[in-house]
């Protein structure tokens, strides 16, 4: 019998925690996971999930206008927002059910509760019992990164938006990245007025520059207003409840709600590294190898609590290799290679692969294709805004090392993309597969 109470203890039942629990289990490890708040971790509980379905709930905003020129005129239609919310966090709580289940359909041992190192392989739970593991897997997350200073206390995060009592009709979003883009796009498209205001002037800048600046052109054109170069100084509360807002560079503004968009991070905070010996490194995450291990050897650590890529998919990747290589004998390690990434935006964006800066740093020699045109449905609606497929190549060779879209359903276009990026397909291959028509898709076997 072995001296430690389980094999292996997952601190966090997230994306990546859920998924070396299952899978080291089906292993035959005996596995225990500790979670204080619930099942499924910020993607499924606070995070893409119920973001996309605000997401769906936003788009049939333009949907109902569109329609007209269709034919169809749908009178007095209105917006329900707290049905909205109150369905979105219904099915928040059926997917926090299902996680639950699969993990103790597996045999995973549940704690719902808070959990933290004690020692090497010593866990303390916040009932106050101890447990010992003979191997721990940290896979806590990370959490919004709220700015300090005056006033900062009355913003909300993404994890507050999605239970508003009552839609803002006027709302700041500090920040420029998928969250800032995306839910200025959901609160625009439910009829309150947005300001995104950044410190620099680059949205997305992991993107693609086409893309961004195709975004900034759609979003002005959709009367969202964009405050660059500033900084808060601070946020007063009013006596109306009211936020009045001064930033640098622009005169003091009143808003109706603040939202923090400015990044996340990990979340390490009294988890007892420390009596372990876990090493941190200089952003605050859990330093690991390519096999997800710290400095402390039967110790590892999943997902963005290590700040590699902070992506869900990549968290239950790295969860997945874990587990395999601890306890299925099968070492591997995961490729961070060509990860098809996406902006759930209005319209939506995304990209794989190199940008064209980033290639023609890398490669020197390169070609790029662009098809730039107005979606079929758009020409029908009388809908001015255009969608635009890039398309990078290695010019010596003609294979594809960047993809990048904007335009309806880019996201699930990509995912197929992806797949020809990550094989090393060619610009000639492309070209050889016979187009589908009428598609938007079929611009990426068009391009000249």
Request: with cysteine; aromatic share 8%; charged share 25%.
């Amino acid at each position: 019998m072995s001296k430690f109470d389980y094999d292996l203890f997952t601190i966090g039942a997230g994306s990546g925690g859920v998924r070396a629990s299952r899978v080291a289990a089906a292993h035959g490890a005996r596995v225990a996971v500790a979670e204080e708040y619930r099942v499924g971790g910020t993607c499924v509980i606070r995070g893409c999930v119920p973001k996309k379905m605000l997401v769906y709930g936003a788009h049939f905003a333009e949907d109902l206008e569109d329609a007209k020129q269709f034919g169809w005129h749908i009178e007095n239609a209105t917006f329900d927002w707290i049905s909205l919310r109150d369905t979105v966090l219904a099915d928040v709580d059926r997917l926090n059910g299902i996680y639950t289940n699969t993990l103790e359909n597996h045999s995973v041992e549940i704690f719902h509760e808070r959990a933290v190192l004690t020692g090497p392989h010593d866990i303390r739970l916040a009932s106050g019992r101890t447990v010992t593991a003979k191997h721990i897997l940290i896979a806590t997350g990370a959490r919004p990164h709220v700015p300090q200073f005056e006033g900062c206390e009355h913003g909300i995060t993404s994890n507050e938006a999605f239970h508003l009592d009552v839609l803002p009709k006027r709302v700041l979003i500090a920040g420029a990245g998928y969250i800032a883009n995306e839910f200025a796009g959901i609160f625009h498209q439910f009829g309150c007025e947005v300001t995104i205001i950044n410190r620099s002037d680059q949205l997305l800048r992991t993107y693609d520059h086409s893309l961004r600046d195709r975004l900034l052109q759609i979003s002005v054109m959709k009367g969202i207003r964009f405050q660059f170069h500033s900084t808060f100084e601070k946020i007063v509360k009013q006596d109306d409840g009211t936020l009045l807002v001064h930033s640098t560079g622009n005169r003091p503004a009143e808003y109706d709600c603040v939202m923090f968009a400015t990044g996340r991070v990990p979340n390490i905070e009294g988890l007892g590294l420390e009596a372990a010996g876990v090493e941190i490194d200089e952003k605050g995450a859990i330093r690991v190898d390519d096999h997800s291990r710290t400095n402390v050897e039967h110790i590892y650590a999943v997902g963005d609590v290590t700040d590699r890529v902070q992506l869900t998919p990549v968290a239950i990747r790295e969860g997945q290799a874990f587990a395999d290589t601890v306890f299925g004998n099968r070492p591997t390690t995961v490729n961070y290679d060509c990860i098809p990434s996406a902006v759930f935006s209005h319209p939506p964006l995304a990209g794989v692969g190199m940008t064209e800066s980033e290639a023609r740093n890398r490669l020197g020699s390169i070609k790029v294709y662009e098809s730039d045109f107005r979606p079929m449905k758009n020409v029908v609606a009388g809908r001015s805004e255009r969608s635009l497929y890039k398309m990078v190549c290695d010019a010596e060779t003609g294979r594809i090392v960047g993809l990048h879209m904007i335009g309806p359903e880019a996201p699930e276009i990509m995912q197929a993309a992806a797949i020809a990026v990550k094989a090393g397909l060619t610009k000639d291959d492309f070209d050889a597969t016979m187009a589908l028509h009428p598609t938007m898709s079929e611009e990426l076997v068009l391009m000249r």
